[in-house]
Nanobody, 123 residues
């Protein structure tokens, strides 16, 4: 059974940091692009960041300079380091995988998704 598992969410004050992790279960994703999306209540799912199989990274304008995506092939994991968090970053964060980074922002192109992890930025 193919599955992605996210972890690392939680409650943090504005200006704080969190690191999200995503690991696959049931498949090897060395050749896949892995992305993070987020969805706030009442909002559409939004693409946040993507890392390709060769380490190329992409970011949404809203997180550029604050978030950093990375992948560790030895740990078979992808991480999203989130810094200078703002209340508007509050959402459920999902990781997803697909072949290639083309059109990485389009959620409908992804084959595999995790269950999501809640990130709440509040004082």
């Amino acid at each position: 059974q193919v599955q992605l598992v996210e972890s690392g969410g939680g409650l943090v004050q504005p200006g704080g940091s969190l690191r999200l992790s995503c690991v696959p279960s049931g498949f090897t994703w060395d050749y896949n692009a892995v992305s993070w999306f987020r969805q706030a209540p009442g909002s559409e799912r939004e693409a946040v960041s993507c890392v390709g199989s060769r380490g190329t990274t992409y970011y949404a304008d809203s997180v550029q300079g604050r978030f950093h995506i990375s992948r560790d092939f030895a740990e078979n994991a992808v991480y999203l380091e989130m810094n200078s968090l703002k209340p508007e970053d509050t959402a459920v964060y999902y990781c997803a995988a697909k072949a290639g980074t083309k059109n990485w922002q389009m959620s409908e192109l992804y084959d595999n998704w995790g269950q999501g992890t809640q990130v709440t930025v509040s004082s």
